[in-house]
């Protein structure tokens, strides 16, 4: 009887580590995705200043006859 009981605790508590684990792979997976889409919107950022400075560098050599 001892060793069914103490085989009980251990499973509950192995089932409460459990959903510990899960909880915080959940919330670990949100904060993965805010990261991801804050990436992306960087990306995208970098992207459209590349894209103003080269317009801004033909346009100078434009004007400088080059």
Known sequence: MEITEKLNIQIDKLLQDYELLKSKNQYLTIELEKLKNKNDEL???N??????????????KARNGE
């Open 47 to 60: 992207q459209d200043m590349l894209l103003k400075i080269d317009s801004t560098l033909t346009l100078t």
């Open 43 to 45: 990306i995208r950022n």
